[in-house]
Nanobody
Framework: QLQLVESGGGLVQPGGSLRLSCAAS????????IGWFRQAPGKEREGVSC????????YYADSVKGRFTISRDNAKNTVYLQMNSLKPEDTAVYYC???????????????????WGQGTQVTVSS
């Protein structure tokens, strides 16, 4: 059974850091493009970052460039999102998602991804 589980969310002060994890089971995560998305209350889900399976290329939304870093640990079948210099506007539920097709370049579009985790809450507040 294919499953994605996010962890690492929490409450952090502005300027702080968190590292989110997306652990996969039932499939080899390295073969698939993985995206991180977030949804704040009253807003649509938006793409934050993604990492391709074909060449390992990464992409970031303009709002997080220079602050967030996506990476893979194939031995742990896990993708991470390191979030630094967090701002109150980063507050949201963060989801990871997997592209259902093998070895594609990633895109920050909800429609590309079929498999989603349950989400983890990130709150940035003083």
């Amino acid at each position: 059974q294919l499953q994605l589980v996010e962890s690492g969310g929490g409450l952090v002060q502005p300027g702080g850091s968190l590292r989110l994890s997306c652990a996969a089971s039932g499939f080899t995560l390295d073969y698939y493009a993985i995206g991180w998305f977030r949804q704040a209350p009253g807003k649509e889900r938006e793409g934050v970052s993604c990492i391709s399976s074909s060449d390992g290329s990464t992409y970031y939304a303009d709002s997080v460039k220079g602050r967030f870093t996506i990476s893979r640990d194939n031995a742990k079948n896990t993708v991470y999102l390191q979030m630094n210099s967090l701002k109150p506007e980063d507050t949201a539920v963060y989801y990871c998602a997997a592209d259902p097709l093998l070895f594609r370049l990633c895109v920050l579009s909800n429609s590309r991804y079929d498999y989603w985790g349950q989400g983890t809450q990130v709150t940035v507040s003083s």
